[in-house]
């Protein structure tokens, strides 16, 4: 699984730039299959469809070679993981960000018409509530 390569190259290259974690990536009882569980699992607990950063992901592989009484959580088979932005960074054309940039300005302008008509402005209310006042 492409997710397991990942953290397991993120945690090779840790333990030769740390040699205190390179003592704990090299415990028996760990392996990169039940650390990725853990993270998962970890996942989970958030909800069914999370976003986690690359760096808080990379930190919960660290916490479970870190520990020693970590509880690995059982995962049901269909989970799915994408791990776009360690893997491949996604590149844009200038075309692509015009459409996008258009796109958004145009939600943008619905959602703000929307808005207008579902609320009446204020200074409609004290214009109408405005009286002449007599000179005389």
Do not use: W
């Amino acid at each position: 699984m492409e997710f397991e390569k990942t953290i397991q190259k993120y945690l090779e290259q840790r333990a030769k730039e740390d040699s205190l974690f390179a003592v704990s990536f090299a415990k028996p009882n760990k392996s990169i299959k039940e650390c990725c569980t853990y993270i998962l699992g970890e996942a989970r607990k958030r909800g069914n469809a999370v976003a986690i950063s690359d760096e808080e992901v990379y930190g919960m592989a660290v916490h479970y070679y870190d520990e020693n009484n970590i509880k690995v959580a059982k995962m049901p088979a269909n989970v799915k993981v994408s791990s776009s932005s360690v893997s491949k960074p996604v590149e844009l054309t200038k075309e692509d960000k015009e459409k996008a940039r258009e796109a958004a300005i145009q939600r943008l302008a619905e959602e703000q018409h929307a808005l207008l008509k579902k609320k009446p402005t204020k200074a409609k209310k004290v214009d109408s509530e405005v009286q002449q006042m007599s000179l005389f």
